[in-house]
């Protein structure tokens, strides 16, 4: 009674908000399970055309050929258009080789050692063996990483290698170093057909300090603390440049790989450096060459260039997870926001998130992973993909009512858990400056300790106003 129009169609939209709320709230499995292998389906899709550089379609366009078969499904219609042109691509490449020797130094073609011609390279110049790689994954060993990888595997032609790039400020003992080795366990026996290799970039504060004002160049004009955090991990993880690589190697075959990916167990599986590695390839027992592995990996330290060589990626193409927390809740801050305002929090949080994304982080980390002469692609980022993420319920997205590792992204955690790798799918967040623990080590060097940074919001004081800035 007395109530206008105007209040009473307020009453009625708040209402009919409320029980779309609940009635997503009471959403079935079912129909979880449908979302997550759409997104899966989307994810792909876009996975298999950031994949394309000339060599990896050269690789498609050959194992066709010699299969007598029709371009893959995988490429879809766009792909397979493409990869018609391939021959034509080929050909203009090799007439910029005529005029650019560099660049036709850059391109010669693989060659296949014989194996007691590998056997016979010194153990430390095996890395330099390694055939290259087009693509590069930034490789945390979290959900996104680990599922682009999976992805680019289902993407590329068997015999393709794929590169990882892990940074490490803590001599290996990182979370994200450990995370990606257990990770790479799992692709392993999800995929092993597939040379993985993981570049261990390990570094330090000095490093860093070495390298800021080129690095500070970069990220202008962004300057805080966080921002050369970030920057500093991503610039060293873009180059690719790591002391030791390491690769799976199966040394038992009494459970199958499939068996050992749906039970979490990688035991038939272990990780060994390269040189290790090619001796298994080459002929040498995998208990010999295990026994080279487990004393390359306790010798001083695996940055110690006096055991190394030192291998850095080839790959032109490199593929990054952003987008995935700004769009299906990854972020710490998301669940504080779903705590005090519930969704419709969320989601205010997440639009604002998703509209400063490009302003924020694309153009600063493009120009990080440009600086080495390799290029970006987001397979998150996908149109496709992102248009379907915006109109699924957001409660298909993230439960943040739930506990890390289980409520985030929890989409994307089903999407990887159907594949096959369960203890990836449920690994918790770590943001890069967090993982490699560049931002502890920061500081505690800038501001005495962790506690006194966070209490006077570290993160955002601009780097000129540190006291140690050179």
């Not at 000339?54 to 066709?64: H, M, P, R």
């Not at 595997?153 to 990606?180: E, Y």
């Not at 940055?303 to 193409?317: E, I, K, L, M, P």
């Not at 289980?406 to 989409?411: A, P, Q, R, Y």
Request: charged share 15%.
């Amino acid at each position: 009674p007395g109530a206008t129009a105007e209040q009473i169609d307020s009453q009625l939209q708040g209402q009919q908000q409320d029980g779309k709320q609940q009635q997503q709230q009471r959403q079935p499995p079912v129909i979880h399970e449908e979302a997550s292998q759409m997104v899966l389906q989307l994810l792909q899709a876009a996975v298999n055309t950031r994949c394309w550089t000339i060599s990896t379609l050269q690789a498609e366009c050959s194992a066709c050929s010699q299969q007598g078969q029709q371009a893959l499904p995988r490429l879809g219609q766009q792909g397979q258009h493409l990869l018609q042109e391939v021959p034509l691509l080929s050909h203009q490449l090799q007439q910029i080789q005529l005029q650019s020797p560099l660049l036709e130094q850059q391109q010669q073609p693989e060659v296949r050692l014989q194996p007691a011609v590998v056997a016979a390279v010194p153990s430390q110049l095996q890395p330099l063996l390694l055939p290259p790689s087009p693509v590069l994954i930034l490789f945390s060993g979290g959900v996104d990483s680990t599922l682009i990888a999976a992805l680019a595997h289902l993407a590329l032609p068997p015999d393709v290698p794929i590169d990882l790039s892990n940074v490490c400020f803590v001599g290996g003992a990182s979370p994200d170093r450990l995370a990606a080795h257990s990770a790479l366990l799992e692709l392993a026996a999800f995929a092993p057909q597939r040379q993985w290799r993981l570049i261990e970039v390990d570094s330090s504060l000095e490093e860093v300090d070495r390298h800021a004002s080129h690095i500070r160049s970069l990220l202008h004009p962004a300057g805080t603390v966080m921002d050369l955090n970030i920057g500093a991990a991503l610039w060293l993880a873009a180059r690719a440049e790591g002391q030791r690589v390491l690769l799976p190697v199966c040394c038992s075959s009494d459970e199958p790989a499939s068996k050992a990916a749906a039970n979490g167990s990688n035991s038939r599986w272990q990780l060994l450096p390269a040189e290790a590695a090619t001796a298994v390839t080459a002929g040498s027992t995998a208990s010999s060459a295990a026994t080279a592995g487990h004393s390359s990996s306790h010798t001083k330290s695996s940055s110690d260039s006096s055991t190394s060589c030192g291998y850095r990626s080839a790959a032109r193409v490199v593929l990054l997870g952003h987008g995935a927390d700004e769009q299906c809740g990854g972020y710490g801050r998301h669940r504080t926001r779903f705590r005090l305002a519930g969704w419709q929090g969320l989601a205010d949080e997440l639009a604002v998130d998703v509209k400063r994304l490009w302003i924020r982080n694309l153009g600063r980390d493009d120009r990080l992973v440009a600086d080495h002469g390799r290029e970006g692609r987001h397979p998150f980022l996908d149109e496709a993909l992102m248009a379907a993420l915006l109109d699924m319920p957001l409660q298909l997205l993230a439960d943040l009512s739930k506990p890390p590792g289980t409520g985030d992204k929890v989409i994307l955690r089903q999407a990887l858990a159907s594949l096959g790798l369960p203890l990836a799918a449920a690994r918790e967040k770590r943001a890069i400056q967090f993982g490699t623990r560049i931002g502890k080590l920061s500081n505690m060097r800038e501001f005495g300790s962790n506690r006194k940074a966070n209490l006077m919001s570290a993160g955002q004081v601009h780097i000129d106003r540190l006291p140690n800035v050179a």
